[in-house]
Every structure is written in C-alpha cells, then in structure tokens.
C-alpha cells in the first residue's frame, strides 16, 4: 500500500498567499515563500501553489515565486492556474516546478492533456477538478475558482482525464473548500474508484478526524491542506502523527519522494 503524502496547498494572487470559503471571499495571509518554508521545515511531502485569479487574466504570475522557493526548499512542487500551452509547462518546469495542473485550459481543450503528456510525461500533469454537488447527487466541474460551470460530470472527467494521458487528479471539493467541515467523501470515493492514477483530495480539512474519516472510507493517496496549517490549527507533524496512531501509513520527512 502506498503511503499517504501530505501536502500544502498554497492559493496566490500574486505576491500574497490568501485564503477564502468555498473559493470565495479571499483575504490575505502572508507571503506564501514564508508559508512554504515553514511547511518544508514542518516535513511536507509536497506543494501546490495555485494562481487563483490566472485564468481571469490569461497569465500566470508564480514563475517568480516558484523560483525563489526551490532556493531552499526541496519537495515536488506543483503550480497551477493560467497554464494554456506547452510554453506555459516549459517556463515553469524551468524556473524548478516539477508538476503543473491544468483545470480550464483542458475544459475548453482536452486533447491539450495529451500533448502535455506527451511532451512533458505523464508523471508531470495533473488534472484539477472543482467539482460542485448539484441536484441529484452527482456533481459538475467547474472553472474560475468555482464560478464557471462546464457541464462536465467531474467522474466521467476524471476518467476521460485518465484515458488522455493525465498522471494525477487534484479534486477540490467548492462545497467543502475553507469551511473547515471535513471532506466531501462520497464524491472523493467515486472519483478514486474511476481513475487507476493518483487522487488528491482538497478543500475542509478543518481537524486530525476528517483525515482519519476520509482514509476509512477511501484509499486516497494524497491529502492538501491549507486552512489548518495557514492558520495554526495545527501542524504536519501532528497530523503525520495522528495518521500513523490510527495505523495509516504516511511518507517520513525526508523519504524518497
């Protein structure tokens, strides 16, 4: 069985980590290379930084603060947000990102995984899913932060997202996102039961118990966090910690990534 990796997740609008509910009502943090940092010394897995208002002005604004990170910190990072074209994947693997995730340009142009994958490898891409419960029971992907609908089924999503080529999905839950209430479970399972690759889960992490809820009742392989870390509710160690008591296995600070 694999072993868990915690990671954080980081949401920027350039130069200021922020942090919303429900990708909603963004407020600032801090500088997000103080966070990181903070984060490496606390033993994480690995790092996404999102560009939240990339999309809205066609650019992504991280190259930057992608650079300056990997100076000192060393763990696989991952940057999303305003990634369109195999240029945008090669700037940014570059300035020292080893994974990009893509959610809108690949809505509007699948195939666009598939040349990524090609270019790049599969390990590279990751595809990432705001997904929305909606009537029913099932739910859609969205676009934006949250508020362009695509009318795609995020299952059926994920899977097809498999079959062009991506190596990883990153599911946010907008329902759960910064509500500090636990996970969307069900839709974290289903997702996980569709795709043979890797699943991230993020958004309502609030307390130890919604990990240790969410991994009884899945077998995810990767858990983002960031409201419980941005704002001291807690910290990797004690998370890592309260995982192994209840007997999952996590990644040790400084394992073989």
């Known amino acids: 069985m694999a072993r868990l990796r915690l990671i954080a997740r980081l949401d920027v609008k350039a130069p200021h980590l922020i942090k919303g509910t429900q990708l909603e009502g963004l407020r600032k943090v801090g500088d997000p290379h103080d966070f990181a940092k903070e984060y490496f010394r606390q033993g994480v897995d690995e790092i996404i930084y999102m560009d939240v208002v990339a999309s809205l002005y066609g650019r992504n604004s991280l190259n930057e ?143 130890h118990e919604h990990a240790v809820s969410l991994l009884r009742e899945t077998d995810l392989s990767a858990i983002a966090m960031a409201d419980i870390l941005h704002f001291k509710r807690s910290d990797l160690s004690s998370i890592r910690a309260s995982l192994n008591e209840q007997g999952f296995l996590t990644r040790q600070p400084g394992e073989d990534q």
């Open 65 to 207: 603060i992608i650079e300056k990170t990997t100076e000192d910190i060393f763990v696989p990072i991952t940057v999303g947000g305003g990634v369109r074209t195999s240029e945008d994947v090669a700037k940014l693997l570059q300035v020292g990102a080893d994974k990009v995730a893509i959610n809108t340009a690949a809505t509007a142009r699948p195939e666009l995984i598939s040349e990524l994958s090609r270019r790049f490898g599969s390990q590279c891409v990751v595809l990432s899913i705001e997904a929305k419960q909606q009537p029913g029971g099932k739910w859609e992907a969205f676009t934006d932060n949250g508020r362009e609908p695509t009318g795609l089924d995020v299952i059926q999503w994920a899977k097809y997202g498999e079959e062009l080529g991506a190596g990883e999905i990153l599911v946010t839950s907008v329902d759960c996102e910064g509500t500090r209430g636990g996970f969307d479970i069900p839709l974290m399972r289903k997702v996980n039961e569709a795709v043979n690759i890797p699943v991230i889960t993020s958004g309502g992490m609030g307390a």
